[in-house]
């Protein structure tokens, strides 16, 4: 499969807004500007059996929530 014009891969752990920061980066030095951004990332962490796992809970909400607002900063 192709795709027309180009791709940049720029990784980062949409939790840490540093990371973000800094993939950003990465698009504005290939593109030059930023025209559109999609927060597409999020992660699913069950708790087993019936005990809450504040770690895991904290690891949700970095991703799902915090995530898309480091995103769109």
Known sequence: MEFPGRVVPAPCDVGDREA???????????FGKIGLA???????????????????????????????AHVTE
């Open 20 to 30: 973000v920061r800094a993939a950003a980066d990465v698009a504005r030095a290939a």
């Open 38 to 68: 999609v927060s597409n990332a999020g992660v699913y962490l069950p708790f087993e059996g019936s005990g809450f796992d504040a770690e895991k809970f904290e690891q949700t909400i970095r991703a799902n929530l915090i995530g898309a």
